[in-house]
């Protein structure tokens, strides 16, 4: 055979996601590289394997061709590969997550469900359990070995980041519904925001205490009117026009976009936030070992 067989097995992962970013981040590779060389085994061969589009790439007459052939081949070593390793593989097994209620649904859609869904093509015989809680108790239940993976929100300024692998860090905006677009084109100081009814998440969770905190800094009390079970619930109640809330910009670009809610601005800066997993020098278990290795490789890409 004169063709290499890395070249094969990565035609295999970009032709089984058709995606170059979803092979990359399977075989922990770069973009450039898988596509460097989809373009030398497309030269080798003689023909086009995959058209490419904006949505991603999907095969071509030949590509299908050569896809059944060598789909063939990869399974079959894949089972010779797992027969012989030891009992410590991930043939089987369990993982735990826990996220928490503050991380917002650009965060869960865009960046966390991608990797758990890579995983689990790689790994279906893992079991996945994911739970939802606030960060303190997040935290806690991972030092207590109750979960595996703790993916956890705090403010960037928390002095406390050795035990932590930072995936995501951003500033919160102000948004409410349309029933407040007198507002819009004003800029509120933090004590005339008070004014108006806030909606936050639920006291227990960090998001609470991180408002509070911000709140008394400027020697105001932070009294929402209402508390939110998780941020996607607290985003439909400002859309409902139930009051002002606190989100990163990227989970309501498609309100914002459509009109749904509205910016408020503020004249004093929100204060800077991030998404986490708590490693707390603990060693992972093989099966969250690499769901790190695969979360954290996709969001490279």
């Known amino acids: 055979m004169s063709v290499s067989y890395e070249y094969y097995k990565i035609f295999y992962y970009v032709a089984k996601y058709k995606s170059f970013n979803k092979a ?35 095969l071509t007459e030949a590509g299908q061709e050569l896809y059944s052939h060598v789909e063939i081949a990869c399974r079959h070593l894949q089972i010779g590969e ?17 996220l928490s209620i503050g991380i917002t649904s650009y965060v869960v859609n865009h960046m966390i469900l991608p990797a758990i869904k890579i995983y689990h093509e790689m790994y279906p015989n893992i079991d996945l359990y994911l739970i939802n809680h606030d960060t303190p108790s997040l935290i806690q239940n991972h030092r207590d070995g109750l979960l595996d993976i703790a993916i956890i929100t705090a403010p960037l300024d928390d002095g406390n980041k050795d035990d932590k692998t930072i995936l995501y860090s951003y500033s919160d905006i102000l948004v409410a519904g349309q029933a407040f677009a007198f507002l819009k084109d004003k800029t509120l100081s933090l004590k005339e925001l008070t004014q108006y009814p806030l909606i936050s998440l639920i006291r227990s969770t960090e998001t609470y205490q991180l408002y509070n905190s911000f709140f008394a800094a400027h020697g105001l009390q932070f009294n929402p009117k209402i508390e939110a079970a998780h ?23 498609k309100d914002l976009a459509e009109g749904r809610v509205l910016k408020i601005n503020l004249k004093e800066e929100l204060p800077r936030r991030y998404v986490a997993m708590a490693d707390n020098n603990k060693e992972l278990t093989p099966a969250a070992s690499m769901f790190k290795k695969i979360l954290l490789e996709s969001l490279k890409q």
Not at 84 to 93: F, P, Q, V, W, Y
Not at 236 to 253: A, H, K, Q, Y
């Open 24 to 58: 990359a981040a399977v075989l922990f590779n770069s973009q450039p590289n898988i596509s460097r060389t989809i373009s030398n085994l497309e030269y080798e061969l003689g023909c086009r394997l995959f058209n490419r589009s904006h949505h991603g790439v999907t």
């Open 82 to 98: 797992a027969v012989t390793r030891s009992s410590n593989d991930l043939s089987h097994g369990s993982l735990i997550i826990g």
């Open 231 to 253: 941020t996607l619930q607290m985003l439909s109640f400002v859309t409902e026009n139930l009051g002002i809330g606190c989100t990163d910009n990227m989970s309501c670009e």
